[in-house]
């Protein structure tokens, strides 16, 4: 993974990173030393409702940034605009964005992708009918193979297929997927698969990546191993911003917390001290007042129930509700394993 | 989880027992009602023998310019269908009747080529629909004059303005039947999302079921209206019962199950040909008369169909937005897994919609075959089914709203491109012409939301 | 016995028939839109039409064949343009919808009388009017050529019981190439546990190409077959639609073992993933449009070598056809489509003979029997869409997980 190293691997001490971060005021939309997102004046609207309204945000290079906020704040449209998979209300109206200096808001998704800037979904998207190792490949960027013309003769791709079939590899052995290469990526447990689609993210050598609940639905023997890897990647130069409703998991890894409401970002700063924000706690409040936010459980649960009902319409409104009583087998025996 | 994976190997095996039943009663059934028709036989020569058969032959077409490949029709005095023959390379046709009397000679003009029409006759010899009478006697041939014109053929009396308000009154006929059966079509698509390419094939089991009713059971009109509404209803409720519902527990993606639609729709077609013939058949042989309006004129039967089919329509539009059972569909339209969570039977929401769907498809096919195509045939419903996806996707998939204004729309569309200079047939290519344009200014339809991505 | 033998002999004479060969080429188009991609293409039918039309119409104007073929290529090309344009960056079943619609405004426009100098109107165009350009290349020779030339009138004088063993070497040769294909499939299979047996995979496939031929020969030895070597509707043009048939099958199977291929199964699975993996969907999904009609229009082309153009006979029905045969031979399959064609009209034709030798005409006229046979066709396309989705060839397991 050497080649994806990028920005200052001195981030992989939690002090250095810390200090980074301690000359950034903890106000929303606040100005970071080495931005490698800036986001401005970005609107979305459905009909007559508000789901997204940022006036300007940074996402700083080299660290974790976690997105956090109540059911509804708009962190996924938020995700899907930036990533062009959805269109912004404000654009031509001064809604600007740019990834590494790049401006991306006349971009397709798959050149947001392409500029180094990969993300994952909430209901993880594998490729269920294509083996692991498929999924994997096609993670890799400009292979002369996907070229129309060029695909019928195997001599000018096969050398290359190789190599990446190599890379492929390698990347499962480190997500301990690598038994599973042959398997329909179908086959794999939900956990497996959130595995799967963040190494296949990496397979394209992203500079940040970009998880949308990356711990939703996994057990609670994965969670850790993915937070590991998670961790890992930002130890090597990788930038990480993550959706997360689960408290506890953006306590732990997170080195900055963006918090936001009713499509709004409301608060920002290092985990410890956000959840105190007054801003913060309106925001929750706003949702249902009788909990203390100090109370992870409360907060975890109550979330975990609302991931699960979204989980549960997205599915049956997908059709996909059939092939659930499968997955959830697999769940129990591959998350043994 | 464990015990839904019960259930659904139960849904299997229903399909199992379910499907061969679904298959033959489900849509032939109310086929076995009827009598076998009769069906095109080529022309043959005719010799009339004395007190025993008598001739009626001639050409369609001049004999420098004949037309092949055209039904030729002849009905008896009563107006009902004696014999079909397709004329030959030549023109000719031949009929061989045993009885003496006046007969009706009429073209089909579903088999002429595009852009001809079989020309009125003279008055003397005018029979009902444009036919020509002719009197046959025992022992002796008599050749009935068949002609053919243009269909742009300018009668000279009408003005531009007079055609566009005929073909305006004509559209709104044609798109109020479209209605009705595109609402079905809709409300299907919104709760289950499945595309019903098998929904043609009920508005033609509607009119089957009123030919065999009407025509060969002699069942009085209005009372034949209801019962085939309530009997393809019925096929409905258990095609949803004995199919889609064990198909649905089975986990049938909704690709599968359109291509099972495709395998209902070609099986049944088939079916109407084997069972009721390949020609056109009436479904009333009674003249109910004209009334005109100004410049407009539409027979009798048609007012009174616009008529059935705006209270139909209303009626649909009042059980969606007012009662429970409406409010019910539209909570499963937007999000059936919500709807199931708030405590709605979802399956049975979907199996009224199935009931719902195909009742009004049959009385689309009822008043269609009465008041449009002149009759119902094995593919009356298939030459409509693109009109009816064009008016659906129009409106905006799944809006039943939507498919009302986009009938409007497609019935306006068809009935006027006519006049505006599109010929013959491609006036239905105009409609989907029109669908392919619309989708590349606004794909979600006229009415419909633009979907939420990610 | 003698009904049985001409039931047979029908149903081979079908088989091999041009037309067959025809839409199992527009079938490997479409396997290569839905099988291999997931795009509804239900206008198949309109490229076929279109190919067909482009073709006869230019030889009727003396435009010499190569360049007739090209003609017949580019209109479709340009008819995938035009359809993927507006559909494709929308959801599926537009694709269904906006397909079907076009290829029947093509027949339409096709049926218009005041195109009737073109394409001849709801009669078509003629086949003697186009053909002799095609027949006229045949090096084939004159004369009646029988296909196998060594059968069974050659052993002891055409004795029954030397047919009756050639039908059962044929037999023989079904069931074992059956049994090695199982073997295969499931030596293929890295997730099966199974013990593995000894057949190798290139040995496998070697063994399984043998019985192939071999019951082949074993077929046209207990039931040959005679053609005219040339003419409209002989051995030439029989030899040239088959071949197309394998070029066909080449070349798709070129082009879906190799990153591209990959990349249309990937957008089949998940166009959103395939997005956020840096992919352009849009590209891949036209382009998969383009090269599937592009075996439409070529599969048109075939279908007229040797009947008409008639705009009626390549519509709706065709496409329905065309899923019938992809799903009985199993999409996503190399071979699938080639087989499943020749199964389904085999079929169709083994139905309607039985029907017309056995059933009663009080019971079932001549008429009724081609009906029947259409209505067990819808029948075993539902039964076999619920039932066995993956076909003969396909793969049960890739099957659990829905889409």
């Known amino acids: 993974?050497?080649?994806?190293?990028?920005?200052?691997?001195?981030?992989?001490?939690?002090?250095?990173?810390?200090?980074?971060?301690?000359?950034?005021?903890?106000?929303?939309?606040?100005?970071?030393?080495?931005?490698?997102?800036?986001?401005?004046?970005?609107?979305?609207?459905?009909?007559?409702?508000?789901?997204?309204?940022?006036?300007?945000?940074?996402?700083?290079?080299?660290?974790?940034?976690?997105l956090i906020g109540p059911n509804g704040a708009g962190k996924t449209t938020f995700f899907n605009l930036i990533t062009g998979f959805d269109k912004p209300s404000?654009?031509?109206?001064?809604?600007?964005?740019?990834?590494?200096?790049?401006?991306?808001?006349?971009?397709?998704?798959?050149?947001?992708?392409?500029?180094?800037?990969?993300?994952?979904?909430?209901?993880?998207?594998?490729?269920?009918?294509?083996?692991?190792?498929?999924?994997?490949?096609?993670?890799?960027?400009?292979?002369?193979?996907?070229?129309?013309?060029?695909?019928?003769?195997?001599?000018?791709?096969?050398?290359?297929?190789?190599?990446?079939?190599?890379?492929?590899?390698?990347?499962?052995?480190?997500?301990?997927?690598?038994?599973?290469?042959?398997?329909?990526?179908?086959?794999?447990?939900?956990?497996?698969?959130?595995?799967?689609?963040?190494?296949?993210?990496?397979?394209?050598?992203?500079?940040?990546?970009?998880?949308?609940?990356?711990?939703?639905?996994?057990?609670?023997?994965?969670?850790?191993?993915?937070?590991?890897?998670i961790q890992s990647l930002r130890d090597e130069g990788m930038t990480v911003l993550f959706v997360e409703h689960d408290m506890h998991v953006v306590r732990h890894i997170s080195d900055w917390v963006v918090v936001m409401a009713e499509g709004r970002v409301v608060a920002e700063g290092p985990a410890d001290t956000v959840m105190s924000n007054q801003a913060v706690i309106d925001a929750y409040l706003g949702a249902h007042h009788d909990t203390d936010l100090g109370d992870d459980q409360v907060l975890t649960d109550r979330a975990l129930e609302q991931i699960e009902a979204e989980v549960r319409a997205d599915e049956a409104a997908h059709k996909a509700a059939a092939h659930d009583g499968d997955h959830a087998k697999h769940d129990q025996q591959g998350d043994k394993s | 989880?464990?015990?839904?994976?019960?259930?659904?190997?139960?849904?299997?095996?229903?399909?199992?027992?379910?499907?061969?039943?679904?298959?033959?009663?489900?849509?032939?059934?109310?086929?076995?009602?009827?009598?076998?028709?009769?069906?095109?036989?080529?022309?043959?020569?005719?010799?009339?023998?004395?007190?025993?058969?008598?001739?009626?032959?001639?050409?369609?077409?001049?004999?420098?310019?004949?037309?092949?490949?055209?039904?030729?029709?002849?009905r008896d005095a009563q107006g009902a269908d004696v014999e079909t023959v397709t004329t030959e390379e030549d023109g000719k046709f031949s009929f061989t009747v045993t009885e003496a009397g006046d007969y009706f000679v009429v073209l089909d003009d579903e088999t002429l080529p595009d852009g001809l029409e079989q020309q009125p006759p003279r008055a003397a010899i005018a029979g009902p629909d444009g036919s020509v009478k002719v009197t046959a006697k025992l022992g002796s041939a008599v050749s009935p004059i068949v002609e053919v014109r243009d269909q742009d053929y300018d009668a000279g009396g009408e003005s531009f303005s007079d055609q566009?308000?005929?073909?305006?009154?004509?559209?709104?006929?044609?798109?109020?039947?479209?209605?009705?059966?595109?609402?079905?079509?809709?409300?299907?698509?919104?709760?289950?999302?499945?595309?019903?390419?098998?929904?043609?094939?009920?508005?033609?089991?509607?009119?089957?079921?009123?030919?065999?009713?009407?025509?060969?059971?002699?069942?009085?009109?209005?009372?034949?209206?209801?019962?085939?509404t309530i009997l393809c209803a019925g096929v409905g409720y258990v095609q949803d019962r004995l199919l889609w519902q064990p198909l649905r527990r089975r986990g049938l993606g909704l690709t599968q199950l359109m291509?099972?639609?495709?395998?209902?729709?070609?099986?049944?077609?088939?079916?109407?040909?084997?069972?009721?013939?390949?020609?056109?058949?009436?479904?009333?042989?009674?003249?109910?008369?004209?009334?005109s309006f100004g410049p407009v004129t539409l027979t009798n039967l048609s007012f009174l169909a616009m008529g059935v089919a705006i209270v139909a329509i209303a009626l649909v539009g009042f059980?969606?937005?007012?009662?429970?059972?409406?409010?019910?569909?539209?909570?499963?339209?937007?999000?059936?897994?919500?709807?199931?969570?708030?405590?709605?039977?979802?399956?049975?929401?979907?199996?009224?919609?199935?009931?719902?769907?195909?009742?009004?498809?049959?009385?689309?096919?009822?008043?269609?075959?009465?008041?449009?195509?002149?009759?119902?045939?094995?593919?009356?419903?298939?030459?409509?089914?693109?009109?009816?996806?064009?008016?659906?996707?129009?409106?905006?998939?799944?809006?039943a709203f939507g498919a009302f204004v986009g009938s409007i729309i497609i019935g306006l569309v068809v009935e006027l491109a006519g006049p505006l200079g599109a010929p013959g047939d491609l006036k239905y290519a105009v409609a989907l012409a029109i669908l392919i344009v619309l989708l590349l200014v606004r794909p979600q339809g006229i009415l419909g939301r633009a979907e939420r991505v990610g | 016995m003698d009904t049985i033998l001409e039931i047979l002999s029908a149903v081979i004479r079908e088989a091999i028939s041009p037309g067959t060969a025809a839409v199992a080429i527009a079938v490997i188009g479409l396997n290569l839109h839905f099988g291999y991609t997931g795009l509804l293409n239900f206008g198949q039918?309109?490229?076929?039409?279109?190919?067909?039309?482009?073709?006869?119409?230019?030889?009727?104007?003396?435009?010499?064949?190569?360049?007739?073929?090209?003609?017949?290529?580019?209109?479709?090309?340009?008819?995938?343009?035009?359809?993927?344009?507006?559909?494709?960056?929308?959801?599926?079943?537009?694709?269904?919808?906006?397909?079907?619609?076009?290829?029947?405004?093509?027949?339409?426009?096709?049926?218009?009388?005041?195109?009737?100098?073109?394409?001849?109107?709801?009669?078509?165009?003629?086949?003697?009017?186009?053909?002799?350009?095609?027949?006229?290349?045949?090096?084939?020779?004159?004369?009646?050529?029988?296909?196998?030339?060594?059968?069974?009138?050659?052993?002891a004088g055409g004795a029954g019981w030397v047919r009756a063993l050639g039908g059962l070497v044929f037999v023989v040769c079904v069931v074992a190439t059956v049994i090695v294909g199982r073997r295969l499939k499931r030596a293929a299979d890295p997730t099966r546990t199974a013990p593995r047996t000894g057949l190798d995979g290139t040995l496998g496939k070697v063994l399984a190409a043998v019985l192939v031929l071999v019951g082949l020969y074993a077929l046209f030895f207990a039931m040959p077959v005679t053609y005219g070597r040339s003419g409209v509707n002989g051995w030439w043009v029989r030899a040239v639609a088959w071949t197309l048939v394998a070029l066909s099958t080449l070349v798709v199977y070129l082009l879906v073992r190799s990153p591209w291929g990959r990349l249309l199964r990937g957008v089949r699975e998940d166009e959103d993933a395939m997005r956020s993996l840096g992919r352009n969907v849009f590209a891949v999904k036209m382009q998969s449009l383009v090269i599937g009609?592009?075996?439409?229009?070529?599969?048109?082309?075939?279908?007229?070598?040797?009947?008409?153009?008639?705009?009626?006979?390549?519509?709706?029905?065709?496409?329905?056809?065309?899923?019938?045969?992809?799903?009985?031979?199993?999409?996503?399959?190399?071979?699938?489509?080639?087989?499943?064609?020749?199964?389904?009209?085999?079929?169709?034709i083994l139905i309607r003979e039985s029907a017309r030798a056995w059933v009663p005409d009080s019971i079932m006229s001549t008429q009724q029997t081609e009906q029947f046979s259409f209505v067990v066709v819808g029948v075993a396309l539902v039964l076999l869409v619920i039932f066995r989705p993956q076909g003969i060839l396909g793969n049960k397991r890739e099957l659990r997980f829905n889409v």
């Open chain 1, 1 to 66: 993974m050497s080649e994806t190293t990028i920005g200052t691997p001195s981030l992989a001490d939690p002090a250095a990173r810390r200090a980074l971060m301690a000359g950034v005021t903890p106000e929303p939309g606040a100005a970071k030393q080495d931005p490698i997102l800036k986001v401005d004046k970005i609107e979305r609207r459905f009909g007559g409702i508000t789901a997204v309204d940022v006036e300007h945000l940074e996402v700083q290079r080299g660290i974790i940034t976690a």
């Open chain 1, 90 to 229: 404000s654009a031509g109206s001064g809604a600007h964005w740019e990834f590494d200096g790049r401006a991306l808001n006349k971009t397709s998704a798959s050149s947001v992708a392409k500029a180094g800037m990969v993300r994952t979904f909430q209901l993880t998207k594998s490729l269920n009918r294509m083996t692991v190792l498929d999924n994997m490949m096609l993670g890799a960027q400009d292979q002369s193979g996907e070229n129309l013309l060029k695909s019928v003769f195997k001599p000018l791709w096969s050398g290359q297929e190789k190599a990446v079939e190599e890379k492929a590899k390698e990347l499962l052995a480190r997500f301990k997927l690598l038994e599973k290469k042959d398997d329909y990526a179908g086959s794999l447990s939900g956990g497996q698969r959130k595995l799967l689609e963040m190494a296949r993210a990496l397979m394209s050598d992203p500079k940040m990546i970009m998880l949308d609940e990356p711990m939703a639905g996994v057990n609670p023997a994965l969670t850790q191993s993915l937070l590991g890897h």
């Open chain 2, 1 to 74: 989880m464990k015990s839904r994976h019960h259930v659904r190997t139960a849904g299997a095996r229903a399909v199992r027992k379910g499907l061969v039943g679904t298959m033959l009663l489900g849509l032939l059934l109310p086929l076995l009602l009827l009598v076998g028709g009769s069906s095109a036989s080529a022309a043959t020569l005719c010799l009339p023998k004395p007190d025993e058969t008598g001739c009626i032959s001639g050409t369609v077409g001049s004999r420098s310019d004949p037309v092949a490949g055209v039904d030729v029709i002849l």
């Open chain 2, 164 to 228: 566009i308000a005929q073909s305006v009154v004509n559209g709104l006929r044609l798109g109020l039947l479209l209605a009705l059966a595109s609402l079905g079509l809709s409300l299907i698509y919104g709760t289950t999302g499945l595309s019903n390419f098998s929904h043609a094939e009920l508005v033609t089991l509607g009119g089957m079921v009123a030919y065999g009713l009407v025509n060969l059971a002699g069942m009085n009109l209005w009372l034949g209206i209801v019962a085939t």
């Open chain 2, 259 to 291: 291509i099972v639609t495709i395998g209902l729709a070609l099986a049944a077609q088939y079916a109407y040909q084997y069972f009721v013939g390949a020609s056109l058949q009436k479904v009333v042989v009674r003249d109910f008369g004209t009334t």
């Open chain 2, 319 to 399: 059980v969606l937005v007012k009662t429970r059972i409406g409010q019910a569909t539209r909570a499963v339209s937007d999000n059936p897994a919500l709807a199931a969570a708030s405590g709605i039977d979802v399956d049975k929401i979907i199996r009224l919609v199935w009931t719902a769907a195909a009742g009004l498809a049959g009385l689309a096919g009822v008043l269609y075959a009465l008041v449009i195509s002149n009759g119902i045939r094995w593919d009356t419903g298939m030459q409509i089914l693109l009109l009816l996806f064009a008016a659906v996707t129009l409106g905006g998939l799944g809006t």
């Open chain 3, 45 to 155: 039918s309109g490229f076929m039409l279109l190919g067909a039309y482009g073709f006869a119409i230019s030889l009727v104007h003396d435009i010499p064949l190569p360049l007739a073929v090209l003609i017949g290529l580019g209109l479709a090309f340009v008819f995938a343009l035009v359809l993927g344009i507006p559909t494709l960056q929308l959801r599926g079943d537009y694709l269904a919808i906006v397909t079907i619609s076009a290829a029947e405004i093509i027949r339409f426009v096709g049926r218009l009388s005041t195109l009737k100098d073109l394409t001849g109107g709801a009669q078509g165009i003629q086949g003697r009017t186009y053909q002799p350009a095609f027949v006229d290349l045949s090096f084939f020779g004159d004369g009646a050529w029988t296909l196998a030339p060594f059968n069974y009138t050659d052993v």
């Open chain 3, 293 to 348: 009609g592009l075996f439409g229009a070529l599969g048109g082309m075939v279908y007229v070598l040797a009947s008409t153009v008639q705009p009626d006979a390549l519509g709706r029905q065709i496409t329905f056809f065309s899923y019938t045969a992809l799903l009985l031979g199993g999409a996503a399959t190399i071979l699938g489509p080639v087989l499943g064609t020749v199964l389904f009209f085999s079929a169709r």
